[in-house]
Nanobody, 125 residues
Framework: QVQLVESGGGLVQAGGSLRLSCAAS????????MGWFRQAPGKAREFVAA????????SYADSVKGRFAISRDNAKNMGYLLMNSLKPEDTAVYYC??????????????????WGQGTQVTVSS
């Protein structure tokens, strides 16, 4: 059974950094595009960042461009989201997702096949 498990969330002060990890199992990770999404209370789940299956192409939401960096290690079946200069508005549950359509970064949440359970990120002001 395919599993994606996020870790690395927590409480951080504004301006701080966190690195989220996504551990994938039971799938050939290198054959999937990967994305990170987030959902704040009362809001829809929104795209944050995506990376192609080989890691050569990335895409970011305008709200995180220049602050966040997505990466992956296919040999370890791991994906990452490095978050710098965090702001209170970055507070949300963060989800990683995997898409078979991985030739290019995928921004549409409906194009993802597998999702993790989420990890909470809270940024205090």
């Amino acid at each position: 059974q395919v599993q994606l498990v996020e870790s690395g969330g927590g409480l951080v002060q504004a301006g701080g950094s966190l690195r989220l990890s996504c551990a994938a199992s039971a799938l050939t990770f290198g054959g999937y595009g990967m994305g990170w999404f987030r959902q704040a209370p009362g809001k829809a789940r929104e795209f944050v960042a995506a990376i192609s299956w080989g890691g050569g192409s990335t895409s970011y939401a305008d709200s995180v461009k220049g602050r966040f960096a997505i990466s992956r290690d296919n040999a370890k079946n791991m994906g990452y989201l490095l978050m710098n200069s965090l702001k209170p508005e970055d507070t949300a549950v963060y989800y990683c997702a995997a898409s078979r359509r991985g030739l290019r970064p995928i921004e549409g949440r409906n194009e993802y096949d597998y999702w993790g359970q989420g990890t909470q990120v809270t940024v205090s002001s």
